[in-house]
Nanobody
Framework: QVQLVESGGGLVQPGGSLRLSCITS????????MRWYRQAPGKERELVASISMFGGSINYADSVKGRFAISRDNAENTVYLQMNSLKPEDTAVYYC?????????WGQGTQVTVSS
């Protein structure tokens, strides 16, 4: 059974940083691309970042390039999202994702609120 559990969200002031974690189980983590998505109130879920199986290929949404960094630890079955220079428009629920056999699996999400 695939499980994804996000943590690390919270309330932060503009310009601050947060590090999100997603601990996974139920699949062979090192053989799958992992992604972080976010969904702001009233908006569609959007892809924030993705990382290939061993980290050799990483992609970011234009809105977060230069501020966010995705990484993974295949020994710990965990994917991370380091978020720096946070802006109010980064406020959203953040989800990690794995696509396995054409099925998308999601965690419960972690709320990130950027506000002064």
């Amino acid at each position: 059974q695939v499980q994804l559990v996000e943590s690390g969200g919270g309330l932060v002031q503009p310009g601050g940083s947060l590090r999100l974690s997603c601990i996974t189980s139920g699949f062979v983590f090192r053989t799958y691309v992992m992604r972080w998505y976010r969904q702001a109130p009233g908006k569609e879920r959007e892809l924030v970042a993705s990382i290939s199986m061993f980290g050799g290929s990483i992609n970011y949404a234009d809105s977060v390039k230069g501020r966010f960094a995705i990484s993974r630890d295949n020994a710990e079955n965990t994917v991370y999202l380091q978020m720096n220079s946070l802006k109010p428009e980064d406020t959203a629920v953040y989800y990690c994702n794995v696509r396995k056999s054409t099925i998308d699996y999601w965690g419960q999400g972690t709320q990130v609120t950027v506000s002064s």
